[in-house]
């Protein structure tokens, strides 16, 4: 088990979401998380919103961007970035800095190991069943509720399946409603 040597990562965006920074500690944190490919090279000048899946995700954090360029807020948002060995707790501090760059700074709070949780790999999607994780607390909205992977996984029968189900990634509404009251 190889535990996540990085636990402070920083990056930034310019006006328009492009990336414009990226600290070695954010590339070690990709390398350790089998996303190797993303080097300095690949990932600056692109936009922010290549590597955020999800239209509801994308939408959330579109509206926090431009109230905090607008007010040049600094907030933190908790969320989960869960591996298949890991459960892994995290912050993200978000900054307005000026000219519209926002600068970013993840922390690794702790981690866990876990058993693998197929349900949250959206990589192997497949074709019957859809569901939606929260982006933020890694819950999935199921029979009406929002769950713990684990639990949703056991009703939803996932190991009887062949495929793994389609995800939509979302902020549920008890994170957006946190997220909201922390801006107050």
Not at 142 to 165: D, I, K, N, S, Y
């Amino acid at each position: 088990m190889v535990f996540p040597r990085v636990e402070i990562y920083t990056y930034a965006i310019d006006e328009s979401d492009l990336i414009e920074f990226v600290d070695d500690a954010w590339l070690a944190f990709a390398r350790d998380n089998g996303a190797a490919e993303l080097t300095r090279d690949s990932v600056i000048g692109r936009r922010l919103w290549d590597f955020i899946d999800g239209s509801g995700t994308r939408h959330f954090y579109r509206a926090l961007f431009e109230r905090i360029r607008l007010e040049q807020l600094e907030t933190v948002i908790p969320f989960r970035c869960d591996s298949p060995e890991l459960q892994r707790w995290m912050e993200l501090r978000v900054l307005g800095a000026s000219k519209g760059r926002i600068e970013f700074s993840g922390r690794l709070l702790r981690a866990e190991k876990q058993l693998h949780v197929p349900l949250i790999n959206s990589l192997l999607a497949g074709p019957k069943q859809r569901f939606s994780i929260c982006s933020l607390c890694r819950r999935v909205h199921a029979f009406g509720e929002w769950l713990e992977p684990e639990v949703a996984m056991q009703r939803f029968h996932v190991f009887e399946t062949v495929h793994e189900p389609a995800v939509e990634h979302l902020v549920c509404d008890q994170c957006a409603e946190l997220l909201g009251n922390a801006h107050a």
